[in-house]
């Protein structure tokens, strides 16, 4: 790809060097000025919007029913083997919350009391029954409880305990005692080896902020609890975060030293050159101040997703740095020919010359892979979700910055520094290009050109079969989202062995989501999923099928209760929970209960009736009315919450599926936060796979136009372009046997495949069109090609391979996800470009007869 405008373009780099370096600086500190005029700030993912029933549900609910106010969270009190149903284990849990209480920063985050649990459901009981007269209306405050308990000795105590936890109990008390308990707890039982509290705090957020004050008093509420008990901890939103964050940061001061040692070692051995390695540094650090000022301008909040484009950036500037720079000195020692000629090899040339004819042939290309890489990047912005479309805008951007200072500013530093080295200390600056001169490298990138000359089918062969393989694991793929995959591990036994500064810290936060999931699952409104039933909700039948659905319901993803049926909450456990304190309406079912299962079975819509008017609240939290008819009612359905979001839904369509099969008059929707959750995953995945199909499109049509405007080989672009393709088939086949889902989170990853895919393939198609016009046989253009342009994409491989592939000793499992994908991406796009792409070029050619000599 090299002609009369690379040629232009490169004497003017070559020549006017010092004016090209002032200008890059004046624009590079104009971009940069964006830091200072806007301050980033911190964002979340965002929302978008998706038309399906169960979104539609989700609005109904929120309009009908709204959603419990307040952040909510759990502590697990636990004693493995022991039993925290103890009088001293229930006083502690009640000093403790009033000590929380007591201290302003946490007291004030507190909603109401701010605690709900069987210690206080026990104490409750205890201030009722010693209370003479009528029982109290109100709930007794925290220190009446912690009196009532006091006064209790271990026989009274355990007699209390056991009328609270009988399964018949009519102790009066707030609250269901069995919803505080594990599923493997017996119903009648005295004992366990952990408890639930829900801690419920204020919300005083602005709509699209977090609660912060709450998060922050989460983190120092667990640090209390580890105090007060020996196993028990704290889950919720603010110590997700705060473990999320700290196992980032800890991640990163493993990770970065590591990174760059391997980043040195790797460029020492390409380069052999201080000042070079030096200057691809301060390139990078110009691109780092171009993404800063863009993000700046652009007012582009940082978020999760986003952490993808530096490295990203890094990548394509070691690249096009070692590009530019190997080619420059293979055109010092005479291996490349000026810009626009052919023939035998030219001597060896000064610096200027030597720039010219090394950018002159390299610069299309590397201009090629940035557009090419910046549309396929920048194809995300059709995507519904705005972190999504802030990643499209800002690679791009940074894409192209990359291309300025690296196509721009890079070669005249290289120019100018050469040229004050030898004339002003008189040291000659040329060097051998890596995998050029004898070595390993060299020895190794001859051996895959002899085999692309020798056995070009065979090794296509190959590399289809793979393909297929690849092809058939990408079918077998994980493409659940699951947030217990964002969650911290506890680091392995090497890192205790780190310097202090560098020894990570513990996190337990994994298995503690793990079971909290399995023994209790989450309480709050956003952790479970919900069924909106609508249609003749008060027919006889609608209550009894609820009730049928409910006992039946066998799906992983459901809690179940103690007494072994279904976490599901109704309008049947709040008939029964009202009932059992009401007798007027506990009358009233009965008279219509002809199964003996405590729910009416006629006449309906009166105890409906009847139960607003007795308990309006109760009511209203499952059944929704509109001029006084009952037109709605809800489910809520306790979930395991380590299952993913697209297996809770499907479990949760499954209990609607069966309501509608006993009751033909209704028609029951899967909703909630979690199958919602699963519906905008779905929708977002599908979105990336066709920004995907847009992409590799929009890059085929490109290379196409390329390589017929240049070469009059428009089928030259789907030469180049397929092994990108089927790299990718074989990057979802190794995350097949690794076992790492394709979700809207490594979709994102695994774009970066086709982002340096298309840059590699790009160079090294290019070098060997050009080397086989310019060499008499296909060996000589073969191992030419494949020695020079192979000798760069393998130091850049190898150098982003392992600056991305240390992510994968990070203790965040995101950070893992990404350094394996996209260290693997890397390799496998460097394998197909060397390997694969010259076999495809050899048989074109040989099909074709159009490259060449003799065209």
Known sequence: MTGSIAGRYAELIAHRSKTVIALVVVVTALVTAGVAVTETEAGDVGRFDVDSEETRAATFVQDNYGQQEGVFSQIVVRERGGDVLTLESMQQSLALQQEIQNRPELGETLQGE??????????????????????????????????????????????????VLDPESTVLGDGDPYQFLPSSYTPGETTAESRLTLLIQTDESSENADPQAAYDAQVAIDELVEEQFDDSFVFGQGVRDDASSRATGDSFAIITPVALVLILFVLGIAYRDVLDILLAFVGIVGVMAWLGGIMGWLAIPMNVILIAVPFLLIGLSIDYALHIVMRYREARSGRLDEPGSSGAESPARAIRPAMVAGLGSVILAIAAATFSTGVGFFSNIVSPLPAIRDFAVLSAGGILATFVIFGVFVPAAKVELDSLIEERFGRNRAKPAFGVGRGVANRLLSSVAGLASRSPVVVIVVALLLATGGAYGATTIDTEFNQADFLPEDPPGWTEQLPGPLEPGSYTIADEFSYLSSNFGLQGSDDRSQILIRGNVTDDAVLQSIENATRTADARSIAVRPDGQAAIEGPQTVLREVARENETLAGAIQERDTTGNGLPDSDVTAVYDLLFEIDDEAASAVLSREDGEVTSARLLVGLRSEESAQQIAADTRAVATSIEAGAPGVRAVATGAPVTEAVLQDALLENLIQAFAITLVVILLFLILLFWRQYGQPSLGVVVLAPVVIALTWLLGAMAVLGIPFNSETAVITSLAIGLGVDYSIHAGERYIAERERQDSLEDALEASVTGTGGALLASAGTTAAGFGVLALALSPPLQRFGLVTGSAIVLAFFASVTLLPCLLVVHERLTHSIGPNR
């Open 114 to 163: 701010g605690f709900v649990g069987l210690e206080n459901v026990v104490a409750t009981a205890a201030v009722f029954e010693r209370t003479d007269g009528p029982p109290p209306t109100e709930q007794p405050s925290l220190k009446e409880q912690i009196d009532a308990l006091d006064s209790l000795d271990e026989t009274e105590f355990e007699a209390l305990l056991t009328r």
